[in-house]
């Protein structure tokens, strides 16, 4: 079984995370994490795995185009957060596999560019997806709520502490890799919850 040997961190309703970061090289096997994010939303959530993902920019026959380049995925229990390298490489498919699962939602704010691009840049199609802000638009009656990002949702949704978050991204620049790891997990945390809220 995969092991999430990463720093765990608590949340602010005591519940704890436990986090793996993986830088991937071609011979980086992530099938087994991949499981287990799935069979921790599946035996001790509510089906839904919180993602985000990153892009980079780089410069292609003199045109610039967005390449991914790291990808967050959060449940109750877990947050593992992948570097993708440059050239993408075979083992990448699991990743791909796992975005076609038909048998979870992945939960993201503004999410609907990201699934263009993951489509057209990369051939990347997540078979089951929903975007949190407008599940609280309908289920709050308020419709400027389906513009705010991740914080502002969780804090209108949920009304919980933000001080550690905020005090993170206040020295981003400075702030340690543990710390940016922390912050990773507090988001996707904050949004698993928001949905796990919107669906009672």
Same mark, same amino acid.
């Given at each position: 079984?995969a092991?999430?040997?990463?720093?765990?961190?608590?949340?602010?309703?005591?519940?704890?995370?436990?986090?793996?970061?993986?830088?991937?090289?071609?011979?980086?096997?992530?099938?087994?994490?991949?499981s287990?994010?799935?069979?921790d939303?599946?035996?001790?959530g509510?089906r839904a795995?919180?993602?985000d993902?990153?892009?980079?920019?780089?410069?292609?026959?003199t045109?610039s185009?967005?390449?991914?380049?790291?990808?967050?995925?959060?449940?109750?229990?877990?947050?593992l957060?992948?570097?993708?390298p440059?050239?993408?490489?075979?083992?990448?498919k699991?990743?791909?596999?796992?975005f076609?699962?038909?048998?979870?939602?992945?939960? =993201?704010?503004? $999410?609907? @560019?990201? &699934?263009?691009?993951?489509?057209?840049? +990369?051939? #990347?199609?997540?078979?089951?997806?929903?975007?949190?802000?407008?599940?609280?638009?309908?289920?709050? =009656?308020?419709? $400027?709520? @389906?513009? &705010?990002?991740?914080?502002?949702?969780? +804090?209108? #949704?949920?009304?919980?502490?933000?001080?550690?978050?905020?005090?993170?991204?206040?020295?981003?620049?400075?702030?340690?890799?543990?710390?940016? &790891?922390?912050?990773?997990?507090i988001?996707?945390?904050?949004?698993?919850?928001?949905?796990?809220?919107?669906?009672?």
């Amino acid at each position: 079984m995969a092991n999430f040997d990463g720093p765990g961190f608590s949340m602010v309703d005591e519940s704890w995370i436990q986090t793996k970061a993986i830088d991937i090289e071609p011979s980086t096997d992530i099938s087994p994490y991949l499981s287990r994010i799935l069979e921790d939303c599946v035996w001790n959530g509510n089906r839904a795995i919180v993602f985000d993902v990153y892009w980079d920019v780089e410069s292609v026959n003199t045109k610039s185009e967005q390449r991914l380049s790291s990808v967050k995925l959060s449940t109750k229990n877990l947050c593992l957060f992948l570097r993708l390298p440059n050239q993408f490489t075979d083992n990448l498919k699991d990743l791909y596999r796992f975005f076609a699962s038909k048998f979870v939602t992945f939960v =993201g704010v503004q $999410i609907g @560019e990201d &699934l263009v691009l993951l489509k057209e840049n +990369h051939g #990347i199609v997540i078979r089951s997806s929903l975007e949190i802000g407008k599940l609280a638009a309908v289920a709050r =009656g308020t419709p $400027i709520v @389906e513009f &705010l990002g991740a914080r502002e949702l969780a +804090h209108k #949704i949920l009304s919980c502490d933000m001080s550690r978050l905020d005090s993170i991204q206040s020295k981003w620049d400075e702030a340690g890799g543990d710390d940016r &790891l922390e912050a990773a997990a507090i988001e996707g945390w904050l949004i698993y919850n928001v949905y796990d809220q919107l669906q009672q």
